[in-house]
């Protein structure tokens, strides 16, 4: 099974921040990156294909970048709607597999 | 788009459990499906898939032999039917639609217990 670390697992930040989360593949999954958001008693939200590609209905403040093992999920100003957890997901092999998750709270 | 799961709820370690999932808003015979879970205090873990044809399935290692998937393609439903349900199988689960390697909908998700 291909494996997903994401760093760091857990962040504080204030409204306004610019966040930054990555994701490493224990192998090469090409652009085979997906992001999502998940909130408590929510359904969780995707944000990000394909690595790079914005969810329509997404607000642009979200991107992503990265190929082969190492990828970024950015927020540029964090609002207070987007305090959440966030996985990434590959779907390189019919094994698809999550990242551990990366929780953002409110300094 | 709407996703709505249903049928969990608390059952003994070695029972089995039959969750559904009700698809509307969209051409469901036309999307691969897929069920994930998240445990108490964890992250998401992906559990099984089914292609849209119904005729191709899959499943994570930790639910293999245990679990089937399923489809009512005239019904619009998905189904994930568990058995030999362990402690750790304890979760939320939900179903998600796929497409171009994603899952863009989600389900609000439906709880398991296995307790004694």
């Known amino acids: 099974d291909i494996q997903l670390t994401q760093s760091p697992s857990s962040l504080s930040a204030s409204v306004g921040d610019r966040v930054t989360i990555t994701c490493r593949a224990s192998?090469?999954?090409?652009?085979?990156l997906n992001w999502y958001q998940h909130k408590p008693g929510k359904a969780p939200k995707l944000l990000i294909y394909?690595?790079?590609s914005l969810q329509s209905g997404v607000p642009s403040r979200f991107s992503g970048s990265g190929s082969g093992t190492d990828f970024t999920l950015t927020i540029s100003s964090l609002q207070p709607e987007d305090f959440a957890s966030y996985y990434c997901?590959?779907?390189?092999?019919?094994?698809?597999?999550f990242g551990q998750g990366t929780k953002v709270e409110i300094k | 788009v709407q996703l709505v799961e249903s049928g969990g709820g608390l059952v003994q370690p070695g029972g089995s459990l039959r969750l559904s999932c009700a698809a509307s808003g969209f051409t469901f015979s036309g999307y691969d499906m897929n069920w994930v879970r998240q445990a108490p205090g964890k992250g998401l873990e992906y559990v099984s898939a089914?292609?849209?044809?119904?005729?191709?399935?899959f499943y994570a290692n930790s639910v293999k032999g245990r679990f089937t998937v399923s489809r009512d393609m005239s019904g619009n439903t998905l189904y994930l039917q568990m058995g030999s349900l362990r402690p750790d199988d304890m979760a939320v689960y939900y179903c998600a639609r796929a497409i171009n390697w994603s899952l863009d909908y989600w389900g609000q998700g439906t709880l398991v217990t296995v307790s004694s």
């Open positions: 997901q590959q779907s390189h092999t019919i094994q698809w597999t």
């Open positions: 089914i292609s849209s044809d119904g005729v191709t399935t």
């Open positions: 394909a690595a790079s």
């Open positions: 192998q090469s999954i090409a652009t085979f």
